[in-house]
């Protein structure tokens, strides 16, 4: 049986941790940014951690991560 591939589009945008869980950056934070508060744009900076509901879609285009 052939390896599976891996979704390079989906490596670049999200990390599995130790944990199983996925990481991603937020969304928002491209332009646009004058009329956005800097509190709002502070909490943008940090990363996230992907819904439970996407989990199951990510994990398949991330087969050995």
Do not use: E, W
């Not at 928002?28 to 819904?51: C, E, F, P, V, W």
């Amino acid at each position: 049986m052939p390896k599976m591939k891996t979704n390079r589009a989906a490596a670049k945008r999200f990390t599995v941790t130790k944990s199983g869980k996925i990481k991603c950056n937020r969304a928002n934070k491209r332009h646009i940014l004058t009329k956005m508060s800097t509190k709002r744009k502070r909490h943008l900076r940090g990363a996230d951690y992907l819904d439970a509901c996407d989990v199951k879609l990510v994990k398949m285009q991330l087969p050995y991560c």
